[in-house]
C-alpha cells in the first residue's frame, strides 16, 4: 500500500474552514483514500474515503485531484471539539483491510 | 448499535506477569483486528481474525503474544510474560465482510501499563 505524507501539525480558530493535504504519490489503482479522526482516550474514527473528484458527507468533504497523488480533507467552519489527529490512509477495498497507519495530522482548534 | 468494546480499559501489571485483553466486536462483523500504539510511536497492526480464522497474523511482535478468537465472537489478547516494551495502548476493530469498502470500528483502547 502506498506510504502517506501529510503535515505533522495545523492550528485553527473556530468557525474557520481547515484543509489537511496528503500526499500518496505511489497510489495504486485500486486503491481508495480513507481518513480518520482520532481524539485523546479513543480509537480512531472513520470520517470519509474517496476514490477519485470530491466526496461530501455531514462531516467532511474529501477532494481528490485526477492524478490522484495527493488528496485534501476539508473541515467546514472548526469548532473546539475537532481538535484532533487526522490520519490520512490508503486502503485496496475488499473484505481485507489492514490499515497502515502514520502519524497523522494533530489539529488544534483554538477559540 | 454497541460500538466496539474492550476491557479493561487500564491494566497496569509487573513485568513477567500475564494480562488478558479481551474484545467484544460489533454484533455480525466478521472482520476483526488488533493494533497497538507503543509510547511516541504510530499505531501499529497486529493481527486480523476473519471469523475465528486467523487471516494475518505478521504483525505479532513474537510468541508471547496470542490471540484468540474463539466461536468467531468475542477476541482475546495475551501477552504472557509481559515485558516493559509491551506498555501502551492496544486498540480492537471490527468491520463487516464481504463488502467493496467496509470501514474500521475502534474500540476505546486498553491502556497497558507494565511495571
Known amino acids: 500500500l502506498a506510504k502517506t505524507t501529510q503535515p505533522i501539525s495545523m492550528d485553527s480558530y473556530e468557525g474557520q474552514e481547515v484543509n489537511i493535504t496528503c500526499s500518496h504519490n505511489?497510489?495504486?489503482?485500486?486503491?481508495?483514500i480513507t481518513w480518520y479522526q482520532q481524539f485523546p482516550s479513543q480509537g480512531p474514527r472513520f470520517i470519509i474515503q474517496?476514490?477519485?473528484t470530491k466526496v461530501t458527507n455531514e462531516v467532511a468533504s474529501l477532494f481528490i485531484p485526477a492524478d490522484r497523488k495527493s488528496s485534501t480533507l476539508s473541515l467546514p467552519r472548526v469548532s473546539l471539539s475537532d481538535t484532533a489527529v487526522y490520519y490520512c490512509?490508503?486502503?485496496?477495498?475488499?473484505?481485507?483491510?489492514?490499515?497502515?497507519f502514520g502519524a497523522g495530522t494533530r489539529l488544534a482548534v483554538h477559540p | 448499535e454497541a460500538g466496539v468494546t474492550q476491557f479493561p480499559s487500564h491494566s497496569v501489571i509487573e513485568k513477567g506477569q500475564t494480562v488478558t485483553l479481551r474484545c467484544d466486536p460489533i454484533?455480525?462483523?466478521?472482520?476483526l483486528y488488533w493494533y497497538r500504539r507503543v509510547m511516541g510511536k504510530e499505531i501499529k497492526f497486529l493481527l486480523h481474525?476473519?471469523?475465528?480464522?486467523?487471516?494475518?497474523e505478521s504483525g505479532m511482535p513474537n510468541n508471547r503474544f496470542l490471540a484468540e478468537r474463539t466461536g468467531g465472537t468475542y477476541s482475546t489478547l495475551k501477552v504472557q510474560p509481559a515485558e516493559l516494551e509491551d506498555s501502551g495502548v492496544y486498540f480492537c476493530?471490527?468491520?463487516?465482510?464481504?463488502?467493496?469498502?467496509?470501514?474500521?470500528?475502534f474500540g476505546n483502547g486498553t491502556r497497558l501499563t507494565v511495571t
Open positions: 476493530a471490527s468491520s463487516l465482510g464481504g463488502q467493496l469498502y467496509s470501514p474500521l470500528h
Open positions: 505511489n497510489i495504486a489503482t485500486n486503491d481508495y
Open positions: 474517496g476514490y477519485k
Open positions: 490512509l490508503v486502503v485496496l477495498p475488499g473484505g481485507y483491510n489492514k490499515l497502515i
Open positions: 454484533s455480525g462483523h466478521d472482520n
Open positions: 481474525f476473519v471469523k475465528e480464522s486467523k487471516q494475518d
